[in-house]
């Protein structure tokens, strides 16, 4: 019998296959040392291959479709429903098998490596700025049981540690002083590396035109537009705007049974970095528009009438989504709308 679906489940050493022939009949369910994968996918013909959409599944695509398969990812999420009863490696390969046999199943698109080393780039730098936060708070902290005290915003924290630095009328200990210009340092190698990163993203974004005409919409900075770029390989994948917000979990959560809608707050699934960098992004066009300065002002102006600021907000970013698609899937660049 010809193996013409496989169901693999990845690991760090230990890979489970399960393959199933045309008529569903199991034909391989073995597992292979992380060595074996290749050499395995190598001697088969080629089929079809299911895996999750998890850690290393890009990498395990792009290897296994240079051999001639044709590898599917999925989410894990909508796999999970076809696991039988107990959970297991061998368990999970037979419920991937077939959740990649079904015909209404969704599926992610392989990413390439540079788009994956662009996200590498988006991924550091928030984790950089995490801990720029950090020390910031640290540092206010430490200062204000001193009674040193500046004002909000992170641009203030220079004018306290400049104070830190003078040390005028010896408020503040040499032990405490030195742990403060300890964090001082850091606070200024982390600044160091994430101006690298955004020049890094820049360069990147002006070799790239989908970035480019990502970022003519407003609320979408060169940051947005080269993460937007990089983890949407193919807009067609989301028959709609409305779906590819969705994707965001920008749009309500439904609980409707019997024929009654009930909708509820946002529902927050798929990829949270996208969402908040389109919230930011939709609380500056907000901004803009409350000085009538946005080619969207009515519109906004109106719904803040009747509806907080928020709420105006994630609506906003709702419809900045609905727009990147349109560009994503039909090309050209962001036209504002003809004021009457």
């Known amino acids: 019998m010809q193996t013409i679906t496989i169901g693999l489940d990845l690991a760090k050493n230990v890979f489970q296959v399960h393959g199933v022939d045309a008529a569903g009949q199991v034909t391989t369910r073995r597992k292979l040392r992380r060595a074996e994968l290749l050499r395995f996918f190598e001697a088969l013909a080629p089929c079809t291959v299911g895996v999750e959409a998890c850690a290393t599944a890009h990498h395990w695509a792009r290897e296994i ?22 959970k297991n490696d061998a368990a999970d390969a ?14 992610v698109p392989v990413k390439s490596a540079e788009r994956q080393s662009v996200l590498v780039l988006h991924r550091t730098r928030e984790l950089l700025v995490r801990q720029r936060t950090t020390l910031i708070n640290a540092i ?10 500046v004002a909000q915003g992170a641009r203030r924290v220079a004018e306290l540690l400049d104070e830190v630095r003078r040390n005028e009328g010896a408020a503040l200990p040499d032990l405490a002083r030195s742990a403060l210009l300890m964090l001082a340092d850091q606070l200024g190698a982390l600044a160091g590396q994430i101006n690298r990163l955004d020049r890094r993203l820049l360069a990147w974004h002006r070799q790239n035109q989908t970035s480019q005409r990502l970022a003519t919409i407003p609320g979408v900075g060169v940051i947005t537009a080269t993460a937007l770029a990089a983890s949407i390989p193919d807009p067609h994948l989301f028959r709609s705007g409305r779906e590819f917000s969705a994707f965001l979990g920008l749009v309500p959560r439904q609980n409707s049974s019997g024929g009654k809608d009930k909708l509820g707050r946002i529902s927050k699934m798929g990829d949270g970095y996208l969402r908040k960098l ?12 409350r000085t009538g300065s946005s080619a969207s002002a009515g519109w906004i102006t109106a719904l803040l009438a009747r509806r907080p600021a928020r709420v105006v907000t994630v609506a906003m970013a709702n419809k900045t989504a609905r727009i990147v698609w349109a560009i994503l899937a039909r090309g050209g660049v962001y036209r504002p709308p003809v004021m009457a």
């Open 278 to 289: 389109l919230v930011v992004g939709a609380t500056s066009v907000i901004r803009r528009a």
């Open 140 to 149: 206010r902290g430490h200062c204000a049981e001193f009674g040193m005290i």
């Open 94 to 107: 037979e419920a991937i098998c077939e959740a990649v046999r079904r015909p209404t199943m969704r599926f």
């Open 65 to 86: 479709s240079a051999l001639g398969h044709e590898v599917r990812l999925m989410p894990a999420s909508y796999v999970k429903a076809y696991v039988r009863r107990q």
